[in-house]
């Protein structure tokens, strides 16, 4: 069956009255972004649905990436029709035919917005379902709960014949929310805290600490690749490496070591804060889950957020760590995350971090070291790079010899 389009619910989005436009045209955007990499593919945002015609473009791999553009609710591979009965018959006895096996049941159900067209509703799904019979006397009808529902959607511009509604992802186009700054370390929390907050409609970007050289270059590449798995549902994300050495090195000399970890952090945020006011951020989001380590509990959480007045979102912290590793593999970072290279979050650690730090004691500590000049010299070497879906950013090698060790 060669399918001439694919038609796109939008769910969710369709709540949005008088904004809705706006959230359909970025939904637009970011769905023509997604598709890139298919030329051929061109992408039409109505208000009631989006309609990508494929132009002989093959349309597994189209269907196969729409999947991960949020805002999309549902789609279906759809079949154009002249307004000819004769031809809705023929084509749908060969789409039942590609897709029945012994024992489905099916439905025909119509929608006729072109009221002038001759057959009433009852009689296409009458009609068409005699053809379905006739040619496949075998198949049993099911108007209740069948295994295949054949749509025929007649309008003005001909008639649109699909059998398969593929689930989307929800949510909100990225970008309908503002700009996020994601922390992303290289582990399981924060690609996913991330991934939840695009779905909810947040232009992401990444900032990533790096630590060379007690952190490898295969460990920036890692956070790179994850970026890439996230930037398949908008077609490219940025990604903002900062360098951390000498911040880590001078709190490890300077600070008592239960307070290493609640410094760093600190220092973290007020790199990003800034990074977010330089680039029209409105929101920090990290991964971090209540509890899960000792940077993780609410003292902790305070002890650090003191250093901004900044909003600090974290999508997952009420999640425990099964249900974010379930997330991960269904959006396909687990893999990449478990590979064993080190960021700066575990290096350096000590043996026994405060997990409930003084908060008058983290402000004294914190005099220890020249907050101003560190900062300023991690700003003046911070690198931006676009980062986008299906490139390599690890050498395969590395990544295999070290998974060895």
Same mark, same amino acid.
């Given at each position: 069956?060669?399918?001439?389009?694919?038609?796109?619910?939008?769910?969710?989005?369709?709540?949005?009255?008088?904004?809705?436009?706006?959230?359909?045209?970025?939904?637009?955007?970011?769905?023509?972004?997604?598709?890139?990499?298919?030329?051929?593919?061109?992408?039409?945002?109505?208000?009631?649905?989006?309609?990508?015609?494929?132009?002989?473009?093959?349309?597994?791999?189209?269907?196969?990436?729409?999947?991960?553009?949020?805002?999309?609710?549902?789609?279906?591979?759809?079949?154009?029709?002249?307004?000819?009965?004769?031809?809705?018959?023929?084509?749908?006895?060969?789409?039942?035919?590609?897709?029945?096996?012994?024992?489905?049941?099916?439905?025909?159900?119509?929608?006729?917005?072109?009221?002038?067209?001759?057959?009433?509703?009852?009689?296409?799904?009458?009609?068409?379902?005699?053809?379905?019979?006739?040619?496949?006397?075998?198949?049993?009808?099911?108007?209740?709960?069948?295994?295949?529902?054949?749509?025929?959607?007649?309008?003005?511009?001909?008639?649109?014949?699909?059998?398969?509604?593929?689930?989307?992802?929800?949510?909100?186009?990225?970008?309908?929310?503002?700009?996020?700054?994601?922390?992303?370390?290289?582990?399981?929390?924060?690609?996913?805290?991330?991934?939840?907050?695009?779905?909810?409609?947040?232009?992401?970007?990444?900032?990533? *600490?790096?630590? $060379?050289?007690?952190? #490898?270059?295969?460990? !920036?590449? /890692?956070?790179? &690749?994850?970026?890439?798995?996230?930037?398949?549902?908008?077609?490219?994300?940025?990604?903002?490496?900062?360098?951390?050495?000498?911040?880590?090195?001078?709190?490890?000399?300077?600070?008592?070591?239960?307070?290493?970890?609640?410094?760093?952090?600190?220092?973290?945020?007020?790199?990003?804060?800034?990074?977010?006011?330089?680039?029209?951020?409105?929101?920090?989001?990290?991964?971090?889950?209540?509890?899960?380590?000792?940077?993780?509990?609410?003292?902790?959480?305070?002890?650090?957020?003191?250093?901004?007045?900044?909003?600090?979102?974290?999508?997952?912290?009420?999640?425990?760590?099964?249900?974010?590793?379930?997330?991960?593999?269904?959006?396909?970072?687990?893999?990449?995350?478990?590979?064993?290279?080190?960021?700066?979050?575990?290096? *350096?650690?000590? $043996?026994?971090?405060? #997990?409930?730090?003084? !908060?008058? /004691?983290?402000? &004294?500590?914190?005099?220890?070291?020249?907050?101003?000049?560190?900062?300023?010299?991690?700003?003046?070497?911070?690198?931006?790079?676009?980062?986008?879906?299906?490139?390599?950013?690890?050498?395969?090698?590395?990544?295999?010899?070290?998974?060895?060790?």
């Amino acid at each position: 069956m060669q399918y001439t389009e694919i038609m796109v619910r939008y769910g969710e989005l369709s709540t949005k009255g008088k904004n809705i436009k706006d959230f359909i045209n970025q939904l637009g955007g970011n769905t023509t972004k997604a598709l890139h990499d298919f030329p051929d593919v061109r992408v039409h945002p109505k208000r009631d649905r989006m309609h990508i015609t494929l132009n002989g473009t093959e349309p597994k791999p189209v269907l196969e990436r729409l999947k991960l553009v949020f805002g999309i609710q549902s789609f279906s591979p759809v079949v154009q029709l002249p307004k000819d009965i004769e031809a809705v018959y023929a084509a749908a006895v060969e789409m039942m035919q590609e897709i029945y096996q012994a024992g489905m049941t099916f439905k025909v159900q119509t929608k006729r917005a072109d009221k002038e067209f001759p057959m009433d509703t009852n009689a296409v799904n009458r009609e068409v379902g005699g053809a379905v019979i006739t040619a496949l006397p075998d198949i049993k009808v099911d108007v209740k709960n069948p295994d295949i529902e054949l749509l025929v959607d007649v309008r003005n511009n001909g008639i649109f014949l699909s059998s398969l509604t593929i689930k989307g992802a929800g949510g909100f186009p990225v970008g309908t929310a503002g700009k996020g700054i994601m922390m992303l370390s290289g582990g399981i929390d924060s690609p996913v805290a991330a991934y939840l907050g695009m779905k909810r409609g947040v232009d992401m970007e990444m900032i990533h *600490f790096f630590s $060379p050289p007690y952190t #490898t270059q295969q460990a !920036l590449a /890692k956070a790179k &690749q994850l970026t890439a798995v996230l930037a398949q549902s908008v077609g490219a994300i940025k990604f903002i490496q900062i360098p951390f050495t000498e911040i880590q090195e001078t709190i490890k000399e300077k600070v008592p070591e239960g307070y290493l970890m609640t410094i760093q952090r600190r220092m973290m945020l007020r790199l990003s804060v800034l990074i977010a006011q330089k680039r029209n951020g409105l929101a920090i989001f990290n991964g971090e889950a209540l509890g899960q380590v000792a940077s993780q509990t609410m003292e902790s959480m305070m002890a650090i957020n003191d250093v901004t007045t900044m909003p600090i979102i974290r999508p997952v912290v009420s999640m425990d760590k099964t249900e974010i590793i379930k997330v991960a593999e269904e959006i396909g970072t687990f893999d990449l995350s478990i590979m064993p290279f080190e960021d700066c979050c575990t290096i *350096f650690a000590p $043996p026994s971090p405060k #997990t409930r730090p003084n !908060l008058e /004691k983290t402000r &004294q500590f914190e005099k220890l070291i020249d907050v101003d000049g560190l900062i300023e010299r991690a700003l003046a070497a911070v690198e931006i790079s676009t980062i986008r879906p299906g490139e390599d950013y690890m050498n395969p090698e590395e990544a295999v010899f070290a998974e060895l060790l």
